[in-house]
Nanobody, 123 residues
Framework: QAQLVESGGGLVQAGGSLRLSCTAS????????MGWYRQASGKQRDLVAK???????NYADSVKGRFTISRDNAKKTVYLQMNSLKAEDTAVYYC?????????????????WGQGTLVTVSS
């Protein structure tokens, strides 16, 4: 079964930068869309950025011009470069990917989530 493992969260001052990474592993046939969501305390989980296998991207309005999503298909990894961070960017960031798994029962197309990584921006 496929899984996603994130890294790169932490504490940063406002105006600083962080880079998140998320790598998929397991019985993977292909990976379609990959993305990042975030959930601030007491709020719903919202899309931050998404990237297709071909490289088309879309961003939440709140992060446009500050965040950049990219992926390395050979490494099964998606990145989120976050610049000019603000206190309101503080949240748990979750990696998301649409993965076609291959196994004894054939192919399965499933949405996967990472465990989340905390980003804290101090003002």
């Amino acid at each position: 079964q496929a899984q996603l493992v994130e890294s790169g969260g932490g504490l940063v001052q406002a105006g600083g930068s962080l880079r998140l990474s998320c790598t998929a592993s397991g019985s993977i046939f292909s990976i379609n869309d990959m993305g990042w969501y975030r959930q601030a305390s007491g709020k719903q989980r919202d899309l931050v950025a998404k990237i297709t296998r071909g490289g088309s991207v879309n961003y939440a309005d709140s992060v446009k011009g500050r965040f950049t999503i990219s992926r390395d298909n050979a490494k099964k990894t998606v990145y989120l470069q976050m610049n000019s961070l603000k206190a309101e960017d503080t949240a748990v960031y979750y990696c998301n990917a649409d993965i076609t798994e291959i196994g004894g029962l054939g192919y399965r197309y499933l949405e996967h989530w990472g465990q989340g990584t905390l980003v804290t921006v101090s003002s």
